[in-house]
C-alpha cells in the first residue's frame, strides 16, 4: 500500500472516531437517563415524538430503599412510677401553673386569655365528661402552645374503683382529647390527688405520666382573690407546681387571682413553662 493510501485511511478512521464521541456528547446533552432493572442498568434516550418508546421502569424502583436510611429509633416507653413528681425538674427559676376539672365556657377562657396576654404556657387536666361541650376550648389549648391532661371522665376517687374502671375513666378521656386536639393525653392527674399503684400502672400503659402539685392554692373554698395570689407568691420556688381549677364550681376569684399574681411572678424573674417528657 503506497503512503499516501495509508494516510487517507487513517484520516478517514479519525474523522469517524470524532463524529462518534459528538454523538454521545449530544446524547448526554439531550438527557440521557439511566434506570436500574433486574437485569442491570439499561440506558435510553427520552421520548422525542410519537414513535419514541417509554422504558418500563422495573419493580425495583418502586420498592423502598431502606439501607441507606437512619436507624429507626426504639418505642418510647413510659415509666411506671411508685408515686406522682410533686415537683418537675428545671434550670432556673422555673414554675408550672396547672389548672383541673375542666374545660368551663364561663372560665376557661378567661384563664387563657390572661395566659395568651402574658406568652404564657400551662397545663389544663381536663375531665373527659365537661369536655362534650368544651371541644374548641381544647383545641385552642393546643394551639397556642399549652398542654392538655387527662383528669379521668367523672372525676371518681380511684382508689375506690376496680382496674376494669379505672383504666375506662382514662381511656375514654384520652378519646375524647384526641378528637378534639389530634393527639392523645402525654400527662395525667388522679382527682383529689389520690393515687394507687393500679392507676399509675394504667396511665403508663396509655403512655401517660402522673403529675402532682407542690402548691394548693385551694380556690375551690372561695377564699377570696387576694389569699389565692398570696399563696402562690409565697410558695414560688424552683421546680414549684402550683393547682388551680377552672371548673367544678365559681371560679371567678380563681380567674381574677391569676391576673394577680402571675405579672408578680414574671416580674421577680420566675419563668412558667410547662414540663418536659422522660422515657424510659
Known sequence: MKKDQLLT??????RALIAATGAVGAAATAGVITTVTGDGPVTSA??????ARSVKSSAYRLQPVTGYGPPRAAPRRTLVRREAPLKVSGRGRTMVLTFDDGPDPRFTPDILDTLAEYDVRAMFFVCG???AGG???LARMADEGHVVGNH???HPLLTRLTRRRIRSEMERTSDVIEDACGERPEWFRAPYGAWNRAALEIGAELGMEPLGWTVDTLDWTTPGVRSIANRVERGAAPGVVVLSHDAGGDRSQSVRALRRYLPELLDSGYHVTVPRRHYA
Open 9 to 14: 485511511r487513517l484520516l478517514t478512521r479519525r
Open 46 to 51: 427520552p421520548a422525542a415524538g410519537p414513535q
Open 129 to 131: 365528661e365537661m369536655v
Open 135 to 137: 371541644r374548641k376550648l
Open 152 to 154: 379521668t371522665w367523672s
